[in-house]
């Protein structure tokens, strides 16, 4: 267990809706990242948080969004829900803004259909 | 720019034979180097990292991978595979400086036959 925890695990949902996933980084870690594990994408940096702060962009779509709140869980809002937003979802958190090991969530699968 | 190269999508052994999974890597800087199990339906768990110490790197498991910046690469090894260790394998790269984004591997498939 590596102290990240995510909901929903699982998800069901229909194309154009608008869904919220939600992640609690290890006690004491103060960055969040979110990435995306699909099968013709593989896995992609999202998003990073630290502190409530956004720190660093990777692929993430405009549909998309996220933000760290002042208790350091972070959420993913995917809206205008596609087909191809199926995926797995996964968190990540680090102690410090650079430099620590990343630890990961079990993620939260999202079936769009 | 940083990337990482898994050199067999798969690689199936027999239980108690020497795993032996590829990964070559590109980077501008020195850079740092994971290696990621996820096993089905489970998150990604760190198996062993570098970060420009010792070349020899140990991990959980009994894993084990080295840095050859010869070769550019960071293979990951065990001597005798067991069961337990069949799952999907990442080789990941980040920069020295900053380790904020990860660029994954496409991933390596372990299976494991008795």
């Known amino acids: 267990d590596s102290g990240v925890t995510q909901t929903p695990k699982h998800l069901i949902t229909a194309t154009g809706q608008r869904v919220t996933l939600r992640c609690s980084p290890r006690s004491g870690d103060l960055s969040v990242y979110w990435y995306q594990q699909s099968l013709d994408q593989g896995l992609q940096f999202l998003i990073q948080y630290y502190n409530g702060e956004e720190r660093a962009k990777g692929n993430i779509l405009e549909r998309f969004s996220a933000q760290q709140f002042p208790d350091l869980h972070s959420e993913l809002n995917l809206s205008s829900l596609e087909l191809g937003d199926s995926a797995l979802y996964f968190c990540a958190s680090m102690q410090g803004a650079t430099g620590n090991t990343i630890y990961f969530g079990e993620g939260s699968w999202l079936t769009v259909v | 720019a940083q990337s990482v190269t898994q050199l067999d999508s798969h690689v199936s052994v027999s239980e108690g034979t020497p795993v032996l999974l590829r990964c070559n890597y590109s980077?501008?800087?020195?850079?740092?180097l994971f290696w990621y199990v996820q096993h089905p339906n489970k998150g990604l768990q760190l198996l062993l990292k570098y970060t420009s110490a010792a070349t020899l790197v140990k991990g959980i498991n009994g894993f084990e991978a080295e840095f050859k910046k010869s070769e550019t690469s960071f293979h990951l090894t065990k001597p005798s595979a067991h069961m337990s260790d069949a799952a999907e394998y990442f080789c990941?790269?980040?920069?020295?400086?900053?380790?904020?984004?990860?660029?994954f591997g496409t991933g390596t498939r372990l299976q494991v036959f008795p």
């Open positions: 980077s501008s800087y020195s850079p740092s």
């Open positions: 990941v790269v980040s920069l020295s400086y900053n380790t904020d984004k990860l660029i």
